[in-house]
């Protein structure tokens, strides 16, 4: 659940709070998929909320980042254009570049990538 407060010209207009209506609170998804491979879906989105490049993201560990808006509705899961092909920390560091972040990956099998600019390097 993630709450908001809408202040304008000094003075609150709004309080609200909502689920983020990931997959997993609409239907029981699984946490994998028939074939083994983890369900990037199946979410709770419940760890921490932030805002990168104009768009408002609640984030976990186990799956993709879920988009929503400034009025709390869920958009929907965030993949960065398809840049984000696992899971991600749920607290990623911003970058000095406007619009980028940087994000460990949360699987073992992973490496350290950007989703907003790709593949980060690794040390050697």
């Known amino acids: 659940m993630i709450h908001g407060v809408r202040i304008e ?12 209506r990931t997959d997993s609170f609409i239907e029981d ?3 994998y998929n028939a074939d083994g491979t983890r369900n ?3 979410s709770v989105a ?7 490049a104009g768009k408002t993201l609640a984030l976990v560990e186990s799956s993709l980042p879920y988009q929503v808006t400034n009025d709390l509705e869920t958009v929907g899961a965030y993949d960065f254009g398809g840049k984000l092909v696992d899971s991600m920390t749920a607290h990623p560091r911003s970058a000095r570049r406007p619009a980028s972040c940087t994000s460990s990956p949360t699987a073992a099998s992973s490496s350290p990538t950007s989703p907003t600019t790709g593949p980060t390097p690794t040390a050697s």
């Not at 010209?9 to 983020?20: E, L, P, Q, S």
């Open 9 to 20: 010209n000094g003075a609150v207009k709004w309080y609200r709070n909502r689920w983020v």
């Open 29 to 31: 998804f699984r946490l």
């Open 46 to 52: 419940n760890t921490h909320v932030v805002n990168h």
């Open 40 to 42: 990037l879906r199946s």
